[in-house]
């Protein structure tokens, strides 16, 4: 019985197929699995016709045309594209289709596409070679370890600046270009394989035919089909692609069996959270008898979204996994162990402040704000019940503060919780404190495994409560995967090494650095947001971004600078209705925010639907017509085709509002719309 890989293309394109062409691409694949030699499939081969002698081609009615590659050993064939059938032998016809016998991964090679950008190089520079140019330092032998194809190594010798090689880059292989890119902004060869592919040990092919590995390994681009069921669910119309197509690096990130908690960072879009559901389930499928995992992040939508998704990806695997947001797991835990207090609200803490500054008075040469927020960021955080913890307590991110300057200030803070106390009061991070103390003692219940997402903004308490929950201690395999980000602090302003919590990754920490959700125009825009500022890798390290890529290309982002909230929205409504007439966008993929009455306003009046996004509710996506809009906070963890953002004030110093424009702009995957409003 032969396999049968499906490309990526095939599922790209599988919607957009008239109804007749896919029932009969379904019914290929059915009579291929049964015997792939059956004269109905009528596996025809096109030489001369095209470069590639593994190429064939196979009826789906008069008009369409199934590409095939067909393998010189093993018995594993790829279809890799359909289109009417001119088309479809016009786009094979001078593309190679190879296993590379170095990375083992399945590579159409664009020779001609290459070879022309090579030539128009070329005529550019002269030829002439550039000592000092990164690719230069690599003989042919490292360009192919890196994943270029013998065949392409002489076009890329010409490659001597950076635009040339970006121009040349579209057109290799995947695999190829990650890599180099690597290389060429800065990591070595190895560590460049490493970061961008995972280094997979696995058998390697004997020649450019063998294909008999490619099931066995994961590729960029491809999937086994195994069997009717199988294929049904791939070509489903809801189906996104991240479910199907891992990345090598991603699915190395699944499936590692490691001995201690491990820890996964990347910017935004890079597929963290894609990963840690993938793991979730993968650990699911493990567990025996009544062990359980968790998966808990620190806002609620995210945690809905979560929970629905693994819901959709395996609804047998989901009922072992718990889904939960910070906050609600804390409250279960403090209710189930008997706790009687309640929640402070606004109005308690102004009350209870109040009191505090009635009683003190305030000759400490901070105001009552900045010391309410150290209370907030630091005291209640950190969990820090007494003056000798404040005084030891880490503020990376903090205004620095002397000894004497914390001293002066713990009075103030231990008046504070003395009232909440008085009250039966308690913080959010409070609650947490009190989960933390009572999992400690026994009275919590504990996981086999805990995943962690948003962990950025999970303070010292949560940090905590999250070990406390797994078996970190008991040297069991992978007991606890935490993920985040440090770009999207949004929650916490004080960078809380997990080390601090007792969780050490040393060893077991890794960067997802290839970006799938925005166009590499919209990537760079946002990370010129935080230009200057410190960003850490949730471990006491500066995150180091070098090699950090998207995989998409796209229009630049589109900057305008207006007088006030009214032209704005004139504008927004404007941009708006730009992408509906031009028919290639919905309304549902396409959001606003912040939250603006008066953009709102603008394009109800103009006929324009619109559906605000809800807390603790999922966005029901295309069944639900209507231009998005939220808050900044509130879209995080979201994705959108178009997204129009109204900047903070560039005139403000804190980070937080840099943070959040960086979530806000990284929705985006095609069309970014900035709007800047000077009122002066």
């Excluded at 393998?71 to 001078?94: M, Q």
């Excluded at 007088?563 to 959001?591: F, P, R, T």
Aim: aromatic share 8%.
């Amino acid at each position: 019985m032969a396999d049968l890989m499906l490309h990526q293309d095939v599922f790209d394109r599988f919607s957009r197929l008239p109804s007749k062409v896919q029932k009969k691409l379904t019914e290929l694949f059915k009579k291929f699995r049964i015997d792939s030699k059956q004269t109905s499939i009528n596996l025809e081969q096109l030489q001369p016709m095209v470069r590639d002698k593994k190429v064939r081609s196979a009826r789906l009615g008069d008009d369409y045309r199934a590409i095939i590659i067909a393998p010189e050993k093993g018995d594993t064939f790829v279809l890799i594209h359909v289109d009417h059938h001119d088309k479809a032998y016009r786009w094979c016809e001078n593309k190679l289709f190879e296993a590379h016998q170095e990375l083992g991964s399945f590579q159409i090679i664009n020779v001609e596409e290459v070879e022309r950008i090579a030539e128009e190089v070329k005529a550019e520079i002269n030829h002439v070679q550039v000592p000092e140019y990164r690719l230069n330092q690599l003989s042919d032998d490292d360009l192919f370890h890196a994943g270029t194809p013998w065949a392409l190594i002489p076009s890329v010798r010409a490659v001597q600046n950076d635009d040339d090689f970006g121009k040349m880059a579209e057109y290799l292989p995947p695999e190829a270009k990650q890599v180099l890119y690597g290389f060429v902004c800065g990591l070595d060869l190895d560590q460049a394989i490493e970061e961008m592919l995972g280094n997979e040990d696995a058998a390697k092919p004997i020649g450019p035919g063998d294909f008999s590995h490619l099931a066995e390994r994961a590729n960029i681009n491809l999937v086994l089909v195994e069997g009717e069921e199988h294929l049904q669910e791939i070509l489903s119309e809801d189906i996104e692609a991240w479910r199907i197509f891992l990345h090598p690096y991603q699915r190395k990130l699944v499936e590692w069996d490691v001995k201690g908690p491990m820890k996964i960072n990347g910017a935004a879009g890079t597929g963290k959270t894609v990963a840690l559901m993938h793991r979730a389930i993968w650990l699911a499928s493990q567990m025996s008898g009544n062990e359980k995992a968790i998966i808990t992040t620190y806002t609620t939508n995210l945690a809905v979204t979560i929970k629905s998704l693994i819901e959709d990806m395996s609804p047998e695997l989901s009922k072992k996994i718990d889904v939960i947001n910070l906050h609600k797991l804390a409250r279960t835990i403090c209710l189930n162990s008997g706790w009687k207090g309640s929640i402070a609200e606004v109005k308690d803490f102004e009350t209870v402040w109040s009191l505090v500054f009635d009683a003190l008075g305030n000759d400490t040469a901070f105001s009552q704000n900045d010391i309410q927020e150290e209370y907030n960021q630091i005291i209640d955080k950190m969990g820090v019940v007494n003056e000798e913890n404040y005084l030891m307590a880490l503020r990376t991110g903090r205004p620095r503060m002397m000894r004497k300057q914390r001293k002066l200030l713990w009075p103030y803070f231990s008046a504070f919780l003395c009232e909440l106390e008085k009250r039966n009061l308690t913080t959010f991070e409070g609650l947490i404190h009190q989960a933390r103390l009572f999992t400690e003692k026994g009275e919590g219940d504990k996981y086999r495994h805990v995943l962690v997402d948003e962990l950025q903004d999970f303070g010292l308490e949560a940090l905590k409560l999250v070990k406390a929950i797994s078996p970190v201690d008991e040297e069991r395999s992978n007991p606890l995967c935490v993920v985040g980000d440090g770009h999207q602090r949004l929650y916490s302003r004080v960078a809380m090494p997990l080390s601090r919590a007792g969780i050490n990754v040393r060893g077991r920490s890794r960067r997802l650095k290839i970006n799938y959700r925005t166009t590499e125009q919209i990537r760079v825009w946002a990370q010129s947001l935080l230009n200057g500022v410190n960003v850490d890798d949730l471990d006491g390290e500066a995150v180091k971004t070098v090699g950090d890529r998207s995989v998409m290309s796209g229009n630049e982002p589109q900057v305008i600078t207006v007088a006030s909230m009214v032209k704005a929205a004139d504008a927004i409504a404007a941009w708006c209705q730009g992408l509906l007439n031009g028919g290639q966008y919905k309304s549902h993929e396409i959001c606003i925010t912040p939250v603006s009455q008066v953009v709102m306003g603008k394009l109800k009046a103009g006929g324009t639907r619109t559906v605000e996004l809800i807390a603790k509710k999922r966005d029901l996506g295309q069944d639900h017509a209507g231009i998005r809009f939220g808050t900044k906070r509130r879209i995080k963890g979201l994705e959108f085709k178009a997204v129009a953002v109204i900047l903070n004030d560039e005139g403000s110093t804190d980070n937080v509002d840099r943070f959040e424009d960086y979530v806000a702009v990284t929705r985006a995957r095609e069309q970014l719309l900035i709007v800047k409003i000077k009122t002066s």
